[in-house]
């Protein structure tokens, strides 16, 4: 078995376990009041992915409604199991000046989106990172 | 490396960065500008990962400093997206890693803490 870190040595047979998307699922709203890169996520189970809808924040150059994309990855929590109470996922978005790799991780019931925003043009805008705070909106 | 970022100043990531946690995946991370931008070489008590080319960006849209990196491994066996930011001095970093072996192992998220040796 190859790993790349101790903790990785277990002998898990396959297949691997369904990670639990549904726990990333759902309406996602900032925590923050201020103006920001992203306003919300909208979080749906499309079967082992996830679609993502992305609504902007009003800050720099985010569109209003990013759309609709499939995750490329969800991820577990843990490498023992599927479950995703501290689960995550990537999702990638072309935006019209910018691909933006978005990540998405739960945390003490929070997602926590960060974003990486590489522009294709030199502009006014630098590549940016960004790390925002989400609550489940019930 | 684009062109824009050749324009972000890396000396608040450029460095090499242990682990604050000894039992944790990822002992060291040696981050080196070059003339083609920014490489990692991360490496964990079992292996040497090798060094990889990473993106550069910055925590404001206007800002000329480099505050964060992103990074992909592939291994063969698994594949780690290495993503990571300098808050307060501390190299916080994320890995996503994803195994492409037919193992049991699922895919997991984990968040390790570095400092500046």
């Not at chain 1, 199991?81 to 990537?90: E, I, L, P, R």
């Not at chain 1, 929070?110 to 989400?134: I, K, M, Q, S």
């Not at chain 2, 450029?14 to 944790?24: E, F, M, S, Y």
């Amino acid at each position: 078995m190859e790993i790349l870190r101790e903790f990785e040595r277990i002998d898990l047979p396959g297949p691997r376990p369904r990670v639990g998307v549904e726990l990333m699922a759902g309406r996602w709203t900032k925590t923050n009041d201020k103006t920001q890169w992203i306003g919300g996520l909208d979080v749906r189970v499309d079967g082992d992915d996830l679609l993502v809808r992305v609504a902007g924040g009003g800050a720099g150059p985010s569109p209003a409604d990013w759309g609709i994309v499939r995750t490329t990855t969800v991820y577990a929590g843990w490498l023992t199991s599927g479950d995703a109470t501290a689960g995550a996922f990537v999702a990638k978005y072309a935006l019209p000046d910018a691909d933006v790799e978005l990540q998405a991780n739960l945390n003490l019931g929070l997602l926590v989106v960060a974003t990486y925003v590489r522009f294709r043009e030199p502009g006014p805008y630098a590549n940016r990172f960004t790390r925002e705070f989400f609550r489940r909106d019930v | 490396m684009s062109v824009v970022e050749a324009a972000l100043d890396l000396s608040v990531i450029v460095g090499d960065w242990r682990n604050t946690n000894p039992a944790a995946g990822i002992d060291r991370i040696v981050c080196e500008a070059g003339d083609d931008g920014l490489t990692i070489h991360c490496s964990s008590g079992v292996r040497d990962w090798g060094k990889v080319a990473a993106g550069v960006f910055a925590f404001e849209f206007d800002s000329g400093q480099a505050g964060a990196f992103s990074a992909v491994y592939d291994l063969g066996f698994e594949e780690v997206r290495v993503q990571a930011n300098v808050k307060q001095g501390v190299l916080v970093v994320v890995t996503l890693n994803a195994f492409k072996d037919g193992s049991g192992r699922s895919n997991y998220f984990n968040r390790e803490f570095f400092y500046r040796s």
